[in-house]
């Protein structure tokens, strides 16, 4: 089928602003359940059961390395009619290893070595689970989208998975306190409950009123591997792949390091780091919705095109690190809460954009292997965000081994991620338009 039969087909039903709504809907679901584990059961671990900071750590990390498997589950759904029943099936798998999760951290208390064994097995469902949810919606996405709503349809869902993380972690803190393993284990119940029930209702019937997976049924099956090899065989991809690491890499390795940067360099306290994050948090919200904006169709000549925002917005995010290297260097004489809003701005600027080329050179690569695409770009991304956690901090205790001033580690660290946000703005530059005007990343 040929590239333009294919966007003719997809441009013929596409979503409108409802259901994306919906689709963003199941994606706050998603977040809930995994910033239950991801955050409120990490503190539990440390503080309350005085275990070891590594051990969340490698279990997350653990998650995050499971979702190499997200290329498999992405050709998985493209094998179907249908996309949804792999959806439902992997928050149903979420849910399960994230209330697996809460009875394991319970059973540490108790039991350290069977509720680490425990808690093994339920952060791979958590890993698998998000895999083919997280895949197979970022697929159906991808499909029912049309290009100019892309940036703002990309937005519209990641807030929605933000207002899951930030409304389950303060419900959830106020009938955790004061804390005991039975609250724990049926708060997390109810919220996989709850999930589950919400991405059922919000995806009922939406895949077959408004899309027609005609494309799905006239894609010639082949085998993964096959697949795979042929979609690695492009370029674009390629270099599509390498940019996604780099970059996710160097957003991912600062989270670990950056408050504890504050608090050694320049004497924040516990509340000011926090509040830190939150300034870091809202910069990259604004640059999300300034990508939405300007990456609408009829903005685009004048703001410029994804591509462009997915190039600056690496670099400017490489001058926000180069400023934290000066910081760094002047040892707490430099605006931080400036310039940390700064690198939000860019960081939120480049993520989202890189979301949206993603959909659609999702698209335009022929139908058939959306799910196949979107899961190598997700697994890429995955793996960068569970070594960038683990390299981050590492990097970080190296450099002060090495370095007799703690602020010239830090900056050290800062100059590496600075490099490798360059990096990752010539990968970026570096993806071609496929088909002119009317595809690629623009």
Not at 23 to 47: D, E, F, H, K, Y
């Amino acid at each position: 089928m040929s590239i333009a039969m294919t966007q003719s087909l997809y441009q013929s039903s596409t979503f409108g602003w409802l259901s994306i709504v919906r689709l963003g809907l199941v994606q706050a679901c998603i977040g809930a359940i995994v910033v239950m584990t991801t955050s409120t059961l990490n503190r539990i671990m440390v503080v309350e059961l005085a275990l070891p900071a590594s051990l969340p750590g490698l279990l997350v990390a653990i998650h995050y390395f499971v979702q190499v498997i997200r290329p498999r589950m992405g050709f998985e759904s493209d094998s179907g009619a249908k996309r949804t029943p792999w959806i439902i099936g992997g928050v149903g798998l979420l849910a399960l290893g994230g209330f697996g999760a809460a009875i394991a951290t319970s059973l540490m208390g108790i039991h350290l070595s069977l509720g680490i064994a425990a808690a093994i097995v339920a952060f791979f469902f958590i890993g698998i689970g998000v895999s083919m949810s997280g895949t197979s919606l970022l697929a159906l996405l991808a499909k029912g989208v049309s290009d100019e709503r892309r940036a703002a349809a990309a937005t519209t869902v990641w807030l929605m998975m933000i207002f899951g993380f930030a409304l389950t972690s303060g419900i959830a803190g106020k009938f955790l306190d004061p804390y005991s393993p039975e609250k724990v284990i049926l708060i997390s119940g109810i919220i996989s409950s709850i999930a589950c029930f919400l991405t059922v209702i919000a995806l009922y019937r939406l895949e077959g009123c408004e899309l027609q997976n005609t494309l799905a049924s006239n894609a010639q099956k082949v085998p993964f591997r096959e697949a795979l090899s042929d979609i690695l065989a492009d370029p674009d991809t390629k270099k599509f792949t390498i940019f996604i690491f780099l970059s996710m890499f160097a957003f991912s390795a600062q989270d670990l390091i950056l408050e504890p940067f504050a608090g050694m360099i320049f004497n924040y306290s516990l509340g000011e780091t926090t509040s830190l994050s939150g300034i870091q948090h809202s910069g990259v919200l604004t640059g999300m919705l300034l990508v939405a904006v300007c990456g609408s169709s009829r903005l685009r000549p004048y703001f410029g095109s994804l591509r462009s925002w997915m190039i600056y917005g690496c670099l400017a995010s490489a001058l926000a690190m180069f400023g934290l290297v000066i910081a760094g260097i002047l040892e707490g004489n430099w605006p931080l809460k400036l310039n940390v809003f700064i690198l939000g701005l860019a960081n939120g600027a480049f993520s989202i954009a890189a979301i949206a080329s993603m959909m659609r050179l999702a698209v335009v690569g022929g139908g058939g292997k959306e799910g196949v695409r979107i899961g190598l770009w997700g697994g890429a991304q995955a793996i960068a965000f569970g070594l960038g956690g683990l390299l981050g901090a590492g990097a970080s205790d190296l450099a002060r081994s090495i370095f007799t001033s703690p602020a010239y580690a830090y900056a050290s660290v800062f100059f590496i991620e600075a490099i490798l946000f360059v990096a990752s703005a010539y990968m970026a530059s570096q993806v071609e338009s496929k088909t002119g005007s009317s595809s690629g990343v623009r």
